[in-house]
């Protein structure tokens, strides 16, 4: 049997989950409800796309949580006090874990930047007071830099908030250079260029719950290149 050296090899749901109520949130998501009834694999490099309230954001925080990740983002030595509280799927969800070389890991979320700075400034940390000196899009940037010396499984909730087109291509060289050290990601995403990454195993999240998917089938994909050739007639219909 050969031995996975993914950091989360799947996840799958608990005892009792089948019993969780359809009418309460989030399990009234169809994406969510799939995982709890099939559970989910994952690969080096798993990206999960979708519309808007498919479950994208709901998924990854629970994944960051069962990994032993903080729910607001950062890497498992930012643990703190959540004003979110905790993820309710991450409850119902339990990690299969692979022989990784690293346990570490870092959950980014792009809008929780500025709340986990804050949160590196009170610790002390002395790389914290140069991040207000930069824009958003270099603090992502740095932060992500920062988390390669440690490795393990980098897990991405629509990261490109804040990133330009150079600032993204940055971004698909950090997540590559990772991925070629043997390290593992988990990325969702609107972004056209994050979701073409080499090698992604991509999945969409919609009405239907999850199915895998080749990107250049996305029909999102297809709305992006044909506004970019004629932004006109999308823009005529608003």
């Known amino acids: ?47 999960i796309v979708g519309e808007n ?20 983002g950062g890497t498992s030595w930012d643990q703190r006090e959540s004003a979110e509280g905790e993820s309710l799927l991450a409850r119902w969800l339990q990690p299969v874990r692979g022989a990784a070389k690293s346990r570490e890991g870092l959950f980014f979320r792009a809008e929780t930047v500025h709340s986990l700075v804050s949160y590196r400034v009170r610790v002390g940390s002395d790389m914290a007071p140069r991040y207000f000196r930069q824009s958003h899009g270099e603090s992502v940037l740095e932060m992500v830099e920062a988390a390669r010396s440690r490795g393990g499984l980098w897990i991405f909730d629509e990261p490109e908030s804040g990133l330009s087109f150079n600032g993204q291509l940055r971004l698909i060289a950090l997540i590559m250079e990772h991925l070629e050290a043997g390290h593992q990601v988990i990325l969702c995403t609107h972004s056209p260029l994050l979701m073409q990454v080499p090698g992604a195993r991509v999945l969409e999240v919609g009405g239907c719950g999850m199915r895998p998917v080749n990107v250049e089938d996305l029909e999102m994909l297809m709305h992006w290149k044909t506004f970019l050739d004629a932004p006109g007639r999308y823009l005529r219909h608003l």
């Open 1 to 47: 049997m050969t031995i996975s050296t993914l950091a989360l090899r799947s996840v799958c749901a608990v005892n009792g989950a089948d019993a969780l109520s359809r009418d309460r949130w989030p399990f009234t998501v169809p994406s969510v409800r799939a995982v709890l009834a099939e559970g989910l694999d994952f690969a080096p490099l798993t990206v």
């Open 53 to 72: 309230g498919a479950g994208k954001s709901v998924l990854v925080e629970a994944l960051a949580v069962v990994y032993g990740l903080p729910v607001e």
